[in-house]
């Protein structure tokens, strides 16, 4: 999957836009849209579903499930139509990193973050002297995933998975998971019906992939089983830990924090590819948000998710550590400052362009498109504005004599027309 940077719109996903009591928030989980084609909604359907459900209870037979489980895993399940109308329309719910950052890291997410901590710090504590991983990261995760376990999901992973494996977009992928949900499920983690989730598969509090469970998930409380699913949430608390802790979470690295760009920045060197030590960055005048030098905690990156008029980061290694749980820049910004918050750290202080709006999928394109036209090479035309498609905006930007931020902006495609 590309990753999506923050300074784009980005998609809503597995069960985000769902209500709940006013005393809770939902989950939001971004992820960058999906990649490949696939038929329209309108042309997608059932047929042909009993006969796949066939073929693939014997290519999992092959692989050592029991004829048995699969039975049973698969009675009642039926082609869910819902499920492929979410996976075809999520591209198109888009949000600016400040709308997505107000729901995300909301004074009610916080307070329930906070009490969701207290209610179990031992577990988490323990997580944290375990796998080094601090107990707010791991909060912060848990509450954007699940809302701290009140949004886990109630869609049947086995019917969810097997939809969309049955789909042709991307089909690959998605009975891979199926057949990584079935030797969960022979592993006697969890019982068929009892193995819910979101509509694309994503399980329990923190929100696993059956990929993810089987390569990261721990048995924390040592009753034999990885549960993730249930209402004790240290399984998952500290499967998501141990996820970090794989992924290369370095102890005593902050993800990152809000800086004070000098005036006369050069914002060419800003962006995930540009690393800097504290010292260079202190040479440039670059401070932390209360005037002082930036604290040395290995190589950095400016990243400016509004562009030049919004707030600036510095970010380190365990930035990078936590992309691997979700690929989204604004879902990485939103851990680290909801589990600042959660700690009782400050609010981001500078400002954002409010007055912007996220740029629609068509207009993504379109600022493609133009690009590309231009001569300034965006990396294809796929409405994802990657690396390639910012770095193509900044040299557009440098050309016409704007600060080369690479913000993709409404204002920047109204240049390029």
């Not at 999506?4 to 992820?31: H, I, K, S, T, Y």
């Not at 409010?354 to 300034?376: I, K, S, V």
């Amino acid at each position: 999957m590309k990753r999506v940077l923050a300074g784009a719109a980005f998609a809503l996903m597995a069960g985000a836009a769902q209500a709940g009591p006013v005393a809770v928030e939902m989950a939001v989980r971004p992820l960058a849209r999906p990649a490949g084609g696939g038929l329209p909604v309108a042309e997608v359907s059932g047929e042909g579903f009993s006969d796949w459900i066939r073929g693939f209870k014997q290519r999992a037979a092959a692989r050592g499930i029991a004829p048995d489980l699969l039975d049973r895993a698969f009675e009642g399940v039926a082609f869910d139509e819902k499920v492929i109308t979410r996976d075809r329309n999520q591209n198109e719910f888009t949000k600016t990193i400040w709308e997505y950052l107000d729901t995300a890291a909301s004074d009610l997410r916080v307070s329930n973050g906070k009490a969701a901590l207290e209610r179990e710090r031992s577990a988490l504590e323990a997580i944290e002297a375990r796998y080094g991983v601090p107990k707010e990261i791991v909060t912060a995760i848990w509450g954007l995933e699940s809302a701290y376990g009140t949004f886990k999901g109630d869609n049947d992973i086995i019917g969810s998975l097997a939809t969309l494996a049955h789909d042709s977009r991307r089909g690959a992928f998605f009975e891979g998971q199926l057949m990584a949900a079935f030797e969960i499920l022979q592993a006697g983690d969890v019982a068929p019906r009892d193995m819910k989730g979101s509509w694309a598969g994503a399980m329990g509090h923190t929100q696993f992939m059956p990929s993810s469970y089987l390569a990261h998930a721990v048995d924390f409380t040592g009753d034999g089983k990885r549960d993730i699913w249930g209402d004790d949430p240290k399984d998952a608390l500290a499967s998501a830990a141990a996820y970090l802790a794989d992924a290369g979470w370095v102890k005593g690295m902050p993800w990152g924090m809000e800086v004070v760009l000098p005036e006369g920045f050069d914002y060419e060197i800003a962006g995930e590819h540009e690393t800097r030590t504290a010292a260079e960055w202190n040479a440039m005048g670059v401070r932390d948000i209360e005037g002082r030098e930036v604290p040395d905690h290995g190589p950095a990156s400016i990243r400016l998710p509004g562009g030049a008029r919004g707030a600036a980061f510095m970010t380190f290694g365990n930035f990078m550590v936590i992309e691997r749980y979700n690929t989204a820049d604004a879902y990485v910004i939103a851990v680290g400052h909801l589990g600042d918050l959660i700690a009782g750290g400050k609010r981001i202080q500078s400002g954002w362009p409010r007055e912007d709006r996220a740029l629609t999928l068509p207009e993504r394109e379109e600022l493609q498109t133009r690009l590309e036209a231009a001569g300034f090479d965006p990396g294809g035309v796929d409405g994802k504005i990657g690396p390639k498609t910012l770095a193509a905006v900044r040299g557009f930007q440098k050309s016409i004599g704007v600060v080369p931020d690479g913000y993709a902006s409404l204002a920047i495609l109204q240049k390029l027309r």
